[in-house]
């Protein structure tokens, strides 16, 4: 299993996804959780995100842009903007305006 981190809610692939909102909290102990189990793949591609999760977990981690592949029982740990940043994507963004998620995703 691989736990895939994410700016946003990714459906790569057709198959079953099961979203749950957590706390910023759970979110941030799922990657730590995930670093330390070498299951994490990282595709934050903003500044910002990264620099978020890094004061909240201590890791550090390069950007990346990458396709994300799933695979059955794979998890994707998703932050994502409550609202579009009106195509101008890198802004600055509130750090409260971050909704975090839980997804499961199974083959059909």
């Not at 706390?23 to 995100?49: D, P, R, S």
């Not at 842009?65 to 059955?72: P, V």
Request: net charge positive; charged share 25%.
């Amino acid at each position: 299993m691989t736990i895939h981190l994410t700016n946003s809610a990714v459906m790569t692939r057709p198959g079953v996804y099961r979203c749950k909102e957590i706390t910023a909290k759970h979110f941030y102990n799922e990657i730590v959780i995930a670093w330390h189990m070498g299951a994490l793949k990282t595709y934050i591609g903003y500044t910002q995100n990264r620099d978020l999760i890094r004061r909240n977990t201590g890791l550090d981690f390069p950007l990346s842009r990458a396709e994300t592949i799933l695979e059955a029982g794979d998890v994707i740990l998703a932050m994502v903007l409550k609202y579009r940043t009106d195509g101008i994507k890198g802004r600055e963004v509130d750090p409260d305006e971050f909704q975090f998620f839980y997804i499961t995703f199974k083959k059909n």
